[in-house]
């Protein structure tokens, strides 16, 4: 049995901290406003020419070192962003050639706030099928770079910064409990896609362009199809919410994580929740959170973490750790 294990995690953010009241100043908000319908504070936001890639590097480093490797025993690194540097090449060959790495393989995955759910099963499936040993997990993103900052319906809502995962495949012994990733659950569905998109790309209109969204609509699927994802991954794995150590979900909204624990009748001290000083950062939002919980000695080795997002497309999923 080849289990995909957790050998460390690390992140990085920005060092520009903007606060409600500071947005308030540029556009018709409020701070009291903000933190009631979405629990924000505040976000960080990327320096003038500090790029997607450079938070992912900052981020794999830190990961690197919490698991006391170096990029040489790596040889798969993928990027869940939404934000890459250029159009192409993708950001992870840009963080493998900022890491020295030469050997191995590396690619982006595109699936906006799910991005990084859907990395970990991906790599976790790569481990398991022996296309790799060790990969690098990162989600990163440079978000607020979407952001029409005359819109107040949206430019209070994202961050931007970056969070690492190294995954390690293990033989496990027979007598050897489960341990590593125990069941994963993947989600989409593109009906949905003008709820929240991004009304750019090189083959539209050869911008970038800026993020639109139906935030009610959003707001109406998305406890609904957290829940189910997250119920989904339990029944796979034979444990029930009364397992859980640890709910680490997606940090778009407070009122929505909120709503998503009650629904699965969690505790409120067992859900991690950076929302508020975070704001959403897409892809990178959960590996953030889990940065968070681990550094300060919430996430224990042996602890049952579920990690969890729903975003863009609409996708969603769950993924299932003993840590
Ligand atoms: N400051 C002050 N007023 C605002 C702001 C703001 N930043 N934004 C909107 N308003 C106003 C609106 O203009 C509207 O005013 P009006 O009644 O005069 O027209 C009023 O507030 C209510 O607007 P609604 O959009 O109906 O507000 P709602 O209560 O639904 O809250 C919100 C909006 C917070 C976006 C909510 O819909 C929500 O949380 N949706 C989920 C969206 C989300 O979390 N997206 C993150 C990305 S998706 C993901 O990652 C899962």
């Known amino acids: 049995r080849i289990r995909s294990i957790v050998r460390g995690v690390g992140s990085y953010l920005p060092q520009r901290v903007l606060t409600n009241d500071e947005l308030a100043k540029t556009v018709d908000t409020s701070d009291e406003w903000i933190q009631q319908r979405v629990g924000i504070k505040e976000r960080h936001i990327a320096a003038e020419g500090e790029f997607t890639s450079d938070l992912a590097v900052a981020a794999a480093r830190a990961a ?4 006391g490797l170096t990029p040489d025993d790596i040889d798969l690194i993928i990027v869940a962003t939404t934000t890459p540097d250029y159009t192409f090449p993708a ?17 982006d995955l595109q699936a906006v706030c799910s991005g990084f759910v859907y990395a970990v099963t991906t790599a976790d499936s790569h481990i398991k099928n022996g296309l790799a040993r060790r990969v690098l997990v990162i989600g990163a993103e440079t978000f607020t770079r ?21 995954l390690e495949g293990v033989e496990l012994a027979e007598d050897e409990p489960e341990r590593g990733i125990l069941a994963s659950a993947l989600r989409s569905d593109g009906q949905h896609w ?13 911008t970038a362009g800026h993020v639109h969204m139906q935030g ?37 909204n407070k009122r929505i994580i909120d709503g998503a624990g009650a629904k699965l009748g969690l505790p409120t001290e067992k859900v991690v929740t950076t ?17 968070v919980a681990v550094a ?8 049952l973490v579920m990690l969890e997002a729903m975003g863009g497309g609409f996708t969603w999923g769950a993924s299932l750790i003993r840590w």
Not at 155 to 163: M, P, R, S, T
Not at 194 to 206: A, E, H, I, N
């Open 64 to 67: 690197l070192d919490n698991a």
């Open 91 to 107: 950001a992870a060959t840009l963080v493998q050639m900022k890491l020295g790495m030469r050997h191995g393989f590396a690619f």
């Open 146 to 166: 979407l952001l029409d900052w005359t819109d107040r319906t949206t430019c209070v809502l994202f961050g931007d910064g970056a969070g690492a995962m190294i």
């Open 194 to 206: 003008d709820k929240l998109y991004v009304d750019g790309g090189p083959s539209s209109t050869g």
């Open 216 to 252: 009610p609509e959003v707001f109406r699927h998305a406890v609904g199809k957290i829940t189910d994802v997250v119920y989904a991954t339990l029944e796979k794995s034979g444990y029930t919410v009364a397992d859980l150590d640890w709910f680490v979900p997606h940090q778009a």
């Open 275 to 291: 929302v508020d000083i975070h704001a959403n950062t897409s892809a990178a939002s959960v590996p953030l959170a889990l940065s």
């Open 296 to 303: 300060d000695g919430r996430i224990k080795p042996g602890d």
